[in-house]
């Protein structure tokens, strides 16, 4: 099956500094990438995918890359801000949509 | 708005005692999941439902059951419920294929003493 690793676990920045999360799995036929965001005493909650077909996409300060041949995939966050603080997690899908997880990268921003 | 609920924010039970949770959406998804979160391991599935009354094995099932007798509901269930199953648990739904976002309820902590 599927399996996802995430690093770091933890990430501490200063605000303004940018903020880099790296995945990879091991399924060559995963075709789906969200990252999740979650905030302290929250639920999860997508803040961009990618798909397999594409290897770059932004939005405003988060960008994700994703790297089909080396199997890994990273989320960029730029200019962070201290609601940035969160724990983020990335994951893998296979056809049928169920998703496999990493660990998770829990992130502080310091003003 | 996708709406997922969970019936408890806070759950405390006894070893031994079944344990009911129950997750409903409105949203007219098929696909319907149940995870367990704990520091450091991530989101751990333990079972899943791609339509009514059908249910896989995620990865983690050992001591949990689920039911899904209509497609907005998902139980999961602890048939004796151990120390080692406190934990947040989570629900969550989608729709069909793989492209398609999991939205999240709001999670129940429960504590097996």
């Known amino acids: 099956g599927e399996n996802v690793e995430q690093h770091p676990s933890t990430l501490s920045v200063q605000e303004g500094d940018s903020a880099v999360i790296k995945c990879t799995y091991s399924d060559s036929a995963s075709n789906y990438f969200p990252w999740y965001k979650q905030e302290l005493g929250k639920r999860p909650q997508l803040i961009i995918d990618?798909?397999?077909?594409?290897g770059e996409k932004k939005d405003q300060r988060i960008a994700v890359t994703l790297n089909k041949t080396a199997k890994h995939f990273s989320l960029h966050i730029t200019e962070t801000q201290p609601e940035d603080s969160a724990v983020y997690f990335c994951?893998?899908?296979?056809?049928?949509?169920?998703?496999?997880f990493g660990a998770g990268t829990q992130v502080v921003v310091t003003p | 708005d996708v709406k997922v609920t969970q019936s408890s924010r806070y759950l405390v039970k006894r070893t031994g005692e079944k344990v009911f949770l129950e997750c409903v959406q409105d949203?007219?998804?098929?696909?319907m999941f149940w995870y367990r979160q704990d520091p450091g391991l991530g989101l751990r599935l333990i079972y899943f439902s791609y339509d009514v009354k059908m249910k896989e094995k995620g990865d983690i099932p050992e001591g949990y059951s689920v039911s899904r007798e209509k497609k907005e509901r998902f139980s999961l269930i602890l048939e004796s419920a151990s120390t080692n199953q406190t934990s947040m648990y989570l629900c969550?739904?989608?729709?069909?294929?793989?492209?398609?976002?999991?939205?999240f309820g709001p999670g129940t902590r429960l504590t097996v003493l």
């Open positions: 949203m007219d998804h098929e696909n």
């Open positions: 990618i798909r397999s077909n594409v």
């Open positions: 969550a739904s989608s729709g069909q294929g793989s492209y398609n976002e999991q939205f």
């Open positions: 994951a893998a899908t296979d056809s049928w949509g169920k998703f496999q």
